[in-house]
T-cell receptor
Framework: AQSVTQPDIHITVSEGASLELRCNYS??????LFWYVQSPGQGLQLLLK??????LVQGIKGFEAEFKRSQSSFNLRKPSVHWSDAAEYFC????????????FGGGTRLMVKP | DGGITQSPKYLFRKEGQNVTLSCEQNLNHDAMYWYRQDPGQGLRLIYYSQIVNDFQKGDIAEGYSVSREKKESFPLTVTSAQKNPTAFYLC???????????FGPGTRLTVL
């Protein structure tokens, strides 16, 4: 069965600092990987996705993620965090490129210090 | 504006009552999903439907029921059999063969 682990429940960074959110997955085949962001009390917004090809993918709001098959990881990064990035971030793995049957990690809550 | 609508945003019910959460989309998407979100547990799939008049159980379907009579609508009923119904409920959709699920704003259900 597929699974997703986000080891960090909470992360606090200073505004302007770099950010890396960790995601590890378990999946038998080639994974389809997603990062979503959720503001408090809101739905989820897609930041970026990986299906195949270049292992470094660019997303919205200046985020990027790198797929590393050897480490079963898909970590999310941003070079300089803004206060508006404070939110909860979810990594997910999909069965196939139809986006069906997503399995989500437990989420990482990001707080940004001024 | 195309999107997914969930209503109401906040819902309060007494223990033992059934309650139905609404999810409507005007994106012409074939597939629709219901997730439950609890703090620290991410999202867990309750039910999904890939076509009208057909739906399948997800990982935590017990105590829930759904219908899919129209392509644009996928209501979720939380029954009195659901032991711990207080949670944030999210609806999502994607076109069949599409690669991304799109989410509604969610409904927070509190059972008193």
């Amino acid at each position: 069965a597929q699974s997703v682990t986000q080891p960090d429940i909470h992360i606090t960074v200073s505004e302007g600092a770099s950010l890396e959110l960790r995601c590890n997955y378990s999946y038998g085949a080639t994974p389809y990987l997603f990062w979503y962001v959720q503001s408090p009390g809101q739905g989820l917004q897609l930041l970026l996705k990986y299906f195949s090809g270049d292992t470094l993918v660019q997303g919205i709001k200046g985020f990027e993620a790198e797929f590393k098959r050897s480490q079963s990881s898909f970590n999310l990064r941003k070079p300089s965090v803004h206060w508006s990035d404070a939110a909860e971030y979810f990594c997910a793995v999909g069965h196939n490129n139809a986006g069906n049957m997503l399995t989500f990690g437990g989420g990482t809550r990001l707080m940004v210090k001024p | 504006d195309g999107g997914i609508t969930q209503s109401p945003k906040y819902l309060f019910r007494k223990e033992g009552q059934n309650v139905t959460l609404s999810c409507e989309q005007n994106l012409n998407h074939d597939a629709m999903y219901w997730y439950r979100q609890d703090p620290g547990q991410g999202l867990r799939l309750i039910y999904y439907s890939q076509i009208v008049n057909d739906f399948q159980k997800g990982d935590i379907a017990e105590g829930y029921s759904v219908s899919r009579e129209k392509k644009e609508s996928f209501p979720l009923t939380v029954t009195s059999a659901q032991k711990n119904p207080t949670a944030f409920y999210l609806c999502a959709s994607n076109p069949l063969g599409g690669d991304t699920q799109y989410f509604g704003p969610g409904t927070r259900l509190t059972v008193l």
